[in-house]
């Protein structure tokens, strides 16, 4: 199956009563909210991380928007040790997020992508060798566009967002 990555939209009075909750009881939350607006990333998360980065998602950049954009702000999960990963972005904190993915040069990008990068960083999930490059491009590309579009909906909904890869 593997890891995929989901972002869903909350407001606030269920993210309050979300950040009381440990990580089971998360996950069960999450299951009755699978009527919320969201985005699924499926597995790309950890390239599109790595694209906009340079590293993966497993060591996310403090305070850097295009990090966060993938893998939340903050973070529910207690315990490293934790398989399931699960964090929130809080609807203030979309505009920084949404300015820097504006920011992104796509065409640069692309010049530069190199899935043997991705492949040597052992950058998730193990595609990076196999593929066609200017297929993986286009999907990395479509769920760069996707994840923005979700972000501005959120925004202008004022809703906050919640990160889950598992």
Not at 127 to 154: H, P, V
Request: glycine residues 4%.
């Amino acid at each position: 199956m593997g890891l995929l990555a989901n972002y869903m939209m909350v407001d606030e009075a269920t993210l309050d009563s979300m950040m009381k909750l440990n990580n089971e009881e998360l996950m069960e939350k999450l299951e009755e909210l699978e009527d919320n607006e969201y985005y699924d990333m499926d597995k790309l998360w950890d390239g599109l991380h790595f694209l906009l980065t340079g590293i993966s998602a497993g060591t996310p950049i403090e305070e850097n928007p295009l990090s966060e954009a993938i893998v939340g702000v903050h973070n529910f999960n207690e315990e490293e040790d934790e398989a399931d990963f699960i964090a929130c972005i809080e609807a203030d904190e979309l505009p920084t997020i949404i300015m820097a993915l504006e920011k992104v040069d796509l065409e640069n990008l692309k010049s530069n992508f190199e899935p043997a990068k991705f492949h040597k960083s052992k950058i998730y999930p193990n595609i990076w060798n196999t593929t066609d490059k200017d297929e993986l491009w286009t999907e990395l590309q479509t769920e760069f566009n996707g994840l923005l579009s979700f972000y501005k909906q959120a925004y202008k909904k004022e809703k906050h967002v919640i990160v889950s890869i598992f």
